[in-house]
């Protein structure tokens, strides 16, 4: 089942491109539709510790999911590039 929208997911896997790692929570913002049929994508926004926007990405469904009441949040420092 999908994540509902404007709730937080966590990443299942690593995205070195966009400095996220795998278990790092953001916001899903929309799904959208792969332009040739490929997997849908989910626009995800990112936000640092005290809550502000720092970054909006775009990652398959396949790796997002809702946060589980086993998991624990944690904080580490993200490393940001000039794009």
């Known amino acids: 089942m999908k994540p509902e929208l404007h ?3 966590a990443l299942t896997r690593d995205f ?8 790092d929570l953001v916001m899903l913002v929309d ?7 490929g997997e849908e994508g989910a ?5 640092n510790a005290v809550g502000d926007s720092i970054d909006v990405v775009t990652v398959p469904v396949s790796a997002i999911e809702s946060p589980r009441a086993d998991q624990i949040r944690s904080v580490r420092a993200w490393e ?3 794009r």
């Open 43 to 47: 626009i995800l926004e990112v936000f």
């Open 16 to 23: 070195p491109e966009y400095h996220l790692q795998r278990g």
């Open 31 to 37: 799904y959208v539709r792969h332009p040739v049929g």
């Open 7 to 9: 709730t937080e997911v």
């Open 80 to 82: 940001s590039q000039v």
